[in-house]
């Protein structure tokens, strides 16, 4: 059955760790085109093979235990780098430097610009060349940039390197999410997706006991915040050499599988209905994205929660501060950030493979940083109300598990190469856009109140609250589309989603497989590994 798809309307569930059915599978070249996916070349070059459940389920763990810490180590040095500006804020860096005016919020949104301008080049290459030697160089790249700016002392040259510091992390997040759609089936992709977004949360804690230490070193020949650049920028590079070496660029290519592990790894995905790797860039693919209405509204909705999140990101340890706190006690009370970031990311997740419903949740977490909101901005700030002041920050630090909520949620909702990785750099052009916007909201001079960022941030945070709503019941439409599609077609209008399973349900009796045999789609209909954008693939089933 493993050549044999048959998508389901019925079964929404994106269900954790999600396995192909018990009963044994059996690999079968599909009917490629000249435009197919490089895996469906792959699969006919090596023909047929048999698997089970549990050979299957050993693939899968071996993915994990490899990809995984590698993609999971790229996005926390990318944060940890990303957010040394913030560590250096408390120790000199604005006095140090001379930064006056909106200058050290510039520096926060510079970043941003140069991930937005270099977007659609990371999503060409991510196409065009083999995935893990881009990651790998890029990781090289930025963590030089980010050791190089010990050696900037002004706001011009602090501004020139924290922008190729950004032109080069651009890469980062589009192909973290590049490799999970690659090695991953789509009802394993959310808890993958929220695990390396949990690198956001783990930063905070590293990297403030790293700068605590860090912070108390004194020298007559470096300013503190030039040892933190040193040190973050340094073990970036060594991570990044380790990366090129072990990441493969594609199920296909993964040398420390052995062939059949490779045909079970590809094959596996075809239930996916979005393709593996094509290296090879369409334009109509590509188009489609800029026209794809639940493209543009999920672009809105990252947005949204990326212009609060931005502006907490890099005043978050002066805001702690102008509560009444000294420097290094800014540091240490920012660290529960991170704990409660992983939380709400990872459980987050949780709940929606448990409850399959990603828009009511995304709804529910942004009530927290709501009431977080309110609280910093109606609390009168004195020694009294320090801890309530800090309850607020805190509910508004759950605001870190809606983007990756709307990662996984576009991820999982697009086919077709190009399309996923163009999908990918709007979703991230998004984030960089409100990433700009945030730290422009505040100003060194409005504090400690920060009042004009802080209710820019409420606004933001109920407009999420509201897409969380309204995106689920386009997607409805979407799937009653593709139904009609279907039937047009002669196909099924209800058909089952064996990628979005539960584990109960893969693991179903002889009869019950036989019985789904009798009414799935041939391997000559089969669309899994045909490079088909989703809009244009009636099989593809919308999860909401």
Known sequence: MAGQYTPSSAAHNDHADAITPARERTARAPIISSDADKAAKFIAEHGEVAFDYEEEKRVLKRIDMRILPLILGAYFFQQLDKSSLSYASIFGIIEDANLKGLEYSWLGSILYFAQLIFQPLAAFLLVKLPTGKVIGTAIICWGASAALLAACTNFPSLLALRFLLGSFEAMIAPSCLAVTQMWWRRSEQTLRTSYWNAMNGLTFIVGSLVTYGLGHIVSENIYRYQTIFIFCGGITVIFGIVFIILMPDSPMEAKYLNEREQIIAVERLRANQMGVASRKWKWDHAKETFTDFKTLLWFLLVTAISIPSGGISSFGNLIIKDFGYTNFDAILFSMPTGVIQIIAII???????????????????????IIGTILMLTVPRNAGNKGVLLLGYYLVQILGAITPMVYAWSAQNTGGDTKKKTSSAMMFMG?????IIGPLLYNTADAPLYRPGLIANLIMFVLVGILGQVIPMYLMFLNKWHAKQREDLGKLANIVDESMMRKREMQDSKAGALEQNEHSTSLEDDNGLQDLPDLKNEDFIYVY
């Open 347 to 369: 459980g987050s997740a949780w709940l929606s493979t448990r409850y399959s419903r990603k828009g009511l949740i995304i709804t529910g977490i942004s009530v927290f940083p």
């Open 431 to 435: 984030m960089c856009t409100g990433n």
